[in-house]
Nanobody, 121 residues
Framework: VQLQASGGGLVQAGGSLRLSCAAS????????MGWFRQAPGKEREIVAA???????YYADSVKGRFTISRDNAMKTVYLRMHSLKPGDTAVYYC????????????????WGQGTQLTVSS
């Protein structure tokens, strides 16, 4: 299984952006998927996650602003981001979880290469 994240870029505060993560492999439809981010000097943290039956989880810092979704036919998971803040600046990673607690970073075993989001004030 490989993951390819894309869609990052430079956005002004208050703007919107959608990240995409394309996956390979036959198990995508039954995998939990997550988006994580790592800002300079900080630990990687979970942003949002979605189970294979579309149950979602969001970090408190992004609730109401970010939406995670998936398209199993396209083997792609999305992260739509609105009302972006400078504090959202980070490298965003998508990851695959074959069946552990989808809210826990340690459950994710396959990671994409990351895409940079920079939010200017």
């Amino acid at each position: 299984v490989q993951l390819q994240a894309s869609g990052g870029g430079l956005v002004q505060a208050g703007g919107s952006l959608r990240l995409s993560c394309a996956a390979s492999g036959r198990s995508f439809g039954i995998d939990h998927m997550g988006w994580f981010r790592q800002a300079p000097g900080k630990e990687r943290e979970i942003v949002a996650a979605i189970t294979w039956i579309d149950t979602t989880y969001y970090a408190d810092s992004v609730k109401g602003r970010f939406t995670i979704s998936r398209d199993n036919a396209m083997k792609t998971v999305y992260l739509r981001m609105h009302s972006l803040k400078p504090g959202d600046t980070a490298v965003y990673y998508c990851a695959r979880n074959p069946g552990g607690d989808f809210r826990r970073q340690t459950s994710y075993h396959t990671w994409g290469q990351g895409t940079q989001l920079t939010v200017s004030s």
